[in-house]
């Protein structure tokens, strides 16, 4: 059984405020669901703390593709199949039904059980057993909200995944900047690294085990690897001039970034094994932001080389590198979603900064967002969402939107700004059914 | 109805034991806990001194204190997207790079910033070209290199926190800030 690293984010306890989502603009024609309370089957006096139902709802809720029918509204709340009663169900109008149990197995260890139901047709369309443990329980949780989402939607779901971000606060009168990892629901928000001066660039490693970040803590700017689960780290670049913008190959054996060592900002791949440098562009423009394709053989930047910046794609292997973007004065930080077709990226429209996606096939350019100051871009895993950096008032928070733009949320911290947020990859995980 | 095809997958999520990690919860490198960086608007020459009173005509401190002295203004300003230096500012790079070239000793960093428009990362390398602009200038006046740095902060550090134009304006800028 291969080791999980799924549900292991201890981190430090260095414990923080939640983000809270909201979702702002929900989808027509979302498919009516009920997730019944799960029911508890050990001793009374030991009630988990996270109450799986409730996860699960939220989780389906969130996405947009789902109604969740109100606790309050149902006629029945059977935990297991032996109680549904689906008569109940359809005068609900629910198209589908979870139901589900939690119970002690073994010491700090639970099962969790659920069934996912077809209303109309009166059966079960899944189920499973899930063995668990106190810590990791909203984890599972979340990972019932993925079976169910690809069940019903026939699309993986990416509700058991994290964002990185960066929170910008002030504590006891000192600017404190701190890297954190929160689940994608916005909780067990966690600090791994906080500084007294700028952090930026948060990249995943696709086993999402690490985060390699921009750091000016001795003064100058540093590209750094940190392991997000031990928080051991340590430095990668540290060049004369700009160390920025590190982006791990799909393989996790390279990292594209960004070096001004000689003399403006180009882009350069490095074989993390053998740390050795290789430069990929060479251009008295500024080039930045590279972004890797999901296949690993071409990488997008943005450059001003034509005299604003736009978006460029070179082949990994090198040579000439190819305009994307036409459409508007000002294209930047693009990056690929996981279906390779697509890229998400920040436009000016007007006098505004905008989230948009630029359909690789047909090079149109659909514009998903509606702030003055929109940025940083990134895709959920599964492709179906894009969060990204906004401001609320004189705030930064982040937020999100379905890829159709149909679904909005924001997400807040209560104080402070928050920024640079990046969706983690899948977590290696058995699929085996 | 019966659930004859009930048939429970055991979705064998293997509780975690990662190895090591009981010795991980406290974060083994504190090297982000940094000591303060020199305040841009101190601008101090070492051993400046700063306590003469202005009264009488002649300035007792050091020329980079003195109001009336080109070399009071350490901050410059640029266009939206710019990096060309601004008539208005030739005059008093010109007065920095006779000072320096007067005190090859002092060394410079020019920090380079950007408002808030735009990514990110771009806005680090559009800081690093206007604090190259004010570099090449000071070099063609003759400051010797060795002399001379430059650092990057893209939008990070702005100098007025607001979000409009008129605070854009004083976030678009180099910074020369004496070491």
Redesign the interface.
Known sequence: ????????L?L???QVQAITIEITQGAEGALPIAVVPFGWKGPAGQVPAQHVGEIVAADLARSGRFKTLPVGSMLSKPTA?DQVDFRDWRALRMENLVVGEVKPNGPG?YLV?F?LFDVYR???IT???????AR?LRA?AH?VADIIYETLTGQPGAFATRIAYVTDSQEQGKEVIALQVADADGYNPQTI??????L??PAWSPDGSKLAYV???????AIWLQEV?????EKLTSFK??N??PAFSPDGRYLAL?L?KDG??DIFVMDLARRSLRPLTRHWA?D??PAWSPDGRFIVF?S?RGG??QIYRVPVSGGEPTRLTFEGG?N??ASYAPNGHELTL?T?VGGN?RIGVLDLNDNSLRVLSDG??D??PSFAPNGSMIIYAT?AG?RGVLAAVSTDGRVKQRLAVRAGDVR?PVWSPYYQ????? | MKLNNLSWIMLALAVLVLAGCGGTQTRPDSGAQVEERGGAEAGGAGGAQTAGIRGGGAWQGSPLDNPDSPLYVKVIYFDFDRSDIRPEFIDKLRAHADYLNSNPQTRMVIEGHCDERGSREYNIGLGERRANTVRTFLEAEGVSPRQLETVSYGEERPANPGHDEAAWAQNRRAELVYQ
């Open positions: 059984m291969k080791k999980l690293l799924l549900f292991a201890l430090f306890h260095t199949a260890g059980r069934q009166g059966e079960q189920g499973y057993n899930i063995p668990t443990t990791d599972t990972h690294v906080s500084s007294a001066e700028p930026m660039s750091s000016f803590e001795k003064g100058r700017p689960f031990t928080g051991r780290r001039g700009i920025g913008a960004t001004s403006n900002p500024i930045t932001e943005t001003d604003s910046p000002y930047a930080r920040v000016r900064y003055r100051l940025e940083s401001r004189s640079e995980r058995e699929r085996n059914r």
